[in-house]
């Protein structure tokens, strides 16, 4: 087999990796320039020169993609996807058990990235909050389709951005050193509640 017939030489490796870098590069300024909403990967795709399909075969999706520009762990993507992966009746304890599943892993995670003070980056920072209204709250506002979807999803916020900053910021106990399924257990209710449970405004 003459180099030019295998498929593992350094060249093509280095091309492959190259278009990777510069779909990111483009990806970065994109999505700073048109928000995360405003930009899509056919976009991307057309500006770095590749193909959409290899965008997808890098990344997976335009989560995916997003996750790898702001230096999100990669796990965040398909455990957002696993929240709606279900009915409405459970979905509290699903939110809360993906919240605890992946900040207990990576303090990289979306969540502890927004509760951090003086963020270094004003504009990933916005960036960021776009993308957690879109693929999360937004999509929790569309399941309920009810008048006060928006304000109920937003309930939710207030509730695991709480419980984020109580067990990995400040580090109040016992929330600090209870186990997830305990927290789970505690929460998960509270978190339907606001989703789908009675609310008589005063």
């Given at each position: 087999?003459?180099?030019?017939?295998?498929?593992?030489?350094?060249?093509?490796?280095?091309?492959?990796?190259?278009?990777?870098?510069?779909?990111?590069?483009?990806?970065?300024?994109?999505?700073?320039?048109?928000?995360?909403?405003?930009?899509?990967?056919?976009?991307?795709?057309?500006?770095?020169?590749?193909?959409?399909?290899?965008?997808?075969?890098?990344?997976?999706?335009?989560?995916?993609?997003?996750?790898?520009?702001?230096?999100?762990?990669?796990?965040?993507?398909?455990?957002?996807?696993?929240?709606?992966?279900?009915?409405?009746?459970?979905?509290?304890e699903?939110?809360?058990?993906?919240?605890l599943?992946?900040?207990?892993?990576?303090?990289?995670?979306?969540?502890?990235?927004?509760?951090?003070?003086?963020p270094?980056?004003p504009?990933?920072?916005?960036?960021?909050?776009?993308?957690?209204?879109?693929?999360?709250?937004?999509?929790?506002?569309?399941?309920?389709?009810?008048?006060?979807?928006?304000?109920?999803?937003?309930?939710?916020?207030?509730?695991?951005?709480?419980?984020?900053?109580?067990?990995?910021?400040?580090?109040?106990?016992?929330?600090?050193?209870?186990?997830?399924?305990?927290?789970?257990?505690?929460?998960?209710?509270?978190?339907?509640?606001?989703?789908?449970?009675?609310?008589?405004?005063?």
């Open positions: 087999m003459t180099e030019h017939d295998n498929p593992r030489r350094p060249g093509r490796w280095r091309s492959g990796a190259e278009s990777k870098q510069r779909v990111l590069q483009v990806a970065r300024e994109l999505f700073d320039q048109n928000g995360y909403s405003g930009t899509t990967v056919r976009t991307i795709a057309a500006a770095a020169g590749v193909d959409p399909a290899m965008v997808f075969y890098f990344f997976g999706t335009k989560q995916g993609l997003f996750s790898a520009v702001i230096d999100m762990s990669g796990s965040v993507p398909p455990a957002i996807e696993s929240i709606f992966d279900g009915g409405l009746d459970i979905i509290g699903r939110i809360v058990r993906t919240l599943e992946n900040l207990d892993k990576s303090d990289r995670t979306p969540l502890v990235m927004l509760t951090r003070s003086a270094t980056d504009r990933s920072e916005a960036l960021l909050r776009e993308f957690i209204d879109r693929e999360i709250t937004g999509r929790l506002a569309a399941l309920l389709d009810t008048p006060d979807a928006a304000l109920r999803a937003s309930m939710v916020d207030v509730q695991i951005l709480g419980l984020a900053v109580a067990r990995y910021i400040v580090r109040i106990e016992p929330i600090a050193s209870s186990s997830i399924d305990d927290l789970v257990a505690m929460f998960g209710p509270l978190v339907q509640h606001c989703l789908t449970g009675q609310i008589t405004p005063s």
